[in-house]
């Protein structure tokens, strides 16, 4: 392939349902044969490799088509659609979802739950039935989400709850700011490690899975943000 002056390689794995060689034996010189009766054509294509070091230059004619009959199935769908669609596939930053043949959206580990999710594979499994909401569609990738079909359970606390109030809460996490403790499932907030003297300490009081009295010091509903203080709800 000759592409602005320079040379490329287009393999022939690479070529498109229409190019590629259909040899019914395999012969490489009837392969070769086929092959010459691209010289001259113009292909539309698909840079995939640019190693200046190496002088490296690799083609994909089947890849342009691929991305442009994705980008066609995508465009279907509209942002704020309720689709079903099977869970193909579970990672450390989320879940992928098959919603039509050829077509999966990924449902990122922060779109699962309301809830801190620290394990997607404890969650879903792969041939999982689940429902998911469209939240971005873009050139060839669609997004989704699943805790957006729940109610946004800091809604609910928004009602509940009120700054200054004290409030029973289970410790869910460590992190490097202190501890997040949860009100409500869903609804967590962070323990900071000035109510300490030290990382340690708060660690030594504060165990995971037990439950604790906190004052409520900074709560904002709308912004899912809420700090919680020991300190201040132990005082003797």
Request: no cysteine; net charge negative.
């Amino acid at each position: 392939i000759e592409w602005q002056g320079i040379s490329g390689f287009l393999p022939a794995s690479q070529l498109s349902s229409e190019h590629y060689p259909r040899v019914a034996d395999g012969d490489k010189d009837k392969i070769l044969t086929a092959l010459a009766g691209l010289v001259g054509k113009h292909l539309a294509v698909m840079m995939i490799t640019a190693d200046q070091k190496e002088h490296k230059l690799i083609f994909s004619e089947k890849g342009l088509q691929e991305k442009e009959e994705k980008e066609e199935k995508v465009g279907r769908y509209q942002v704020g659609e309720t689709l079903e669609g099977e869970v193909t596939g579970a990672v450390d930053f989320g879940i992928f979802v098959k919603i039509e043949q050829g077509l999966e959206g990924l449902v990122h580990i922060s779109e699962l739950d309301w809830g801190l999710v620290e394990d997607t594979r404890a969650l879903y499994k792969v041939g999982d039935k689940v429902k998911v909401k469209v939240i971005e569609v873009k050139d060839d990738k669609i997004s989704l989400s699943i805790k957006q079909l729940k109610e946004n359970p800091w809604t609910e606390a928004g009602r509940t709850y009120k700054k200054e109030q004290v409030v029973d809460a289970v410790v869910i996490k460590y992190n490097k700011h202190g501890a997040l403790a949860s009100i409500q499932e869903g609804v967590a907030g962070l323990v900071h490690v000035s109510d300490f003297e030290n990382e340690a300490a708060l660690r030594q009081t504060l165990s995971l899975g037990n439950v604790y009295k906190f004052k409520i010091t900074l709560f904002e509903p709308t912004e899912q943000r809420m700090t919680l203080s020991y300190k201040d709800a132990n005082q003797k």
